[in-house]
């Protein structure tokens, strides 16, 4: 089945690391979403991309920056980790003609 | 930017009553209002969405009710199931199918046996 994956699945690291979070999938969809989950404060989302050359920030950008390397794939870095950056963190997809979206299983992330 | 806000953060229900959860959003210009249902330790899933165009709209056992005038949505379980305990999100979009959601903050649903 088509789908839509997320590595490492946790991960845990220290203030000041530089960290790579990657997504994947396979459904063909040219839109893809980060977004954060913190108890109480839903899915934030902090960047999405509409096609390899479309990359958008979104409502808590700041610490983070991404990569898309190809259709079906999109990396969020933390280039100097922080503690408050700990959280769940989500990778989802849509296509530009349906308004469902996919998401991966998540990593969980500890910055200690 | 859009703001989506949810009422309650946690709703405790026994089992076979129903659950009724709300949201307000910002932007009159939303037009398009899903709902998420995060299972423990899974990942979110759209459970039923509405479109500006409707007012309500069922699907089984759920249902979701929207008023435009008002800015304010809501999610309605009926005959809640213990496998009905979850973590549920709203969220909102504006412009053309696909365009990014924001999300409320997220209810967390205890049905009680």
């Known amino acids: 089945d088509a789908d839509v994956t997320q590595t490492p699945r946790n991960r845990i690291t220290k203030t000041g690391k530089r960290i790579m979070l990657e997504c994947s999938q396979t459904?063909?969809?040219?839109?893809m979403y980060w977004y954060r989950q913190d108890p109480g404060l839903g899915l934030r989302l902090i960047y999405y991309?509409?096609?390899?050359?479309?990359?958008n920030k979104g409502e808590i950008s700041d610490g983070y920056s991404v990569s898309r390397q190809a259709q079906a794939k999109f990396s969020l870095s933390l280039e100097s980790a922080i503690p408050n950056q700990t959280a769940l963190y989500f990778c989802a997809t849509s296509d530009s003609t349906t308004d469902t979206q996919y998401f991966g299983p998540g990593t969980r992330l500890t910055v200690l | 930017g859009e703001n989506v806000e949810q009422h309650p953060s946690t709703l405790s229900v026994q089992e076979g009553d129903s659950a009724v959860i709300k949201c307000t959003y910002s932007?009159?210009?939303?037009?398009?209002f899903p709902w998420y249902k995060q299972e423990l330790g899974k990942r979110p899933q759209l459970i039923i969405d509405?479109?500006?165009?409707?007012g309500e709209k069922k699907d089984q056992r759920i249902a979701v009710t929207l008023n435009k005038t008002a800015k304010h949505f809501s999610l309605h379980i009926t005959e809640t199931q213990p496998e009905d305990s979850a973590v549920y999100f709203c969220?909102?979009?504006?412009?053309?199918?696909?365009?990014?959601?924001?999300f409320g903050g997220g209810t967390r649903v205890l049905v009680k046996p």
């Open positions: 932007d009159s210009a939303s037009n398009y």
């Open positions: 509405i479109r500006s165009n409707v």
């Open positions: 459904k063909g969809h040219d839109r």
């Open positions: 969220a909102a979009r504006k412009g053309a199918a696909g365009n990014k959601l924001t």
């Open positions: 991309s509409f096609d390899v050359k479309d990359i």
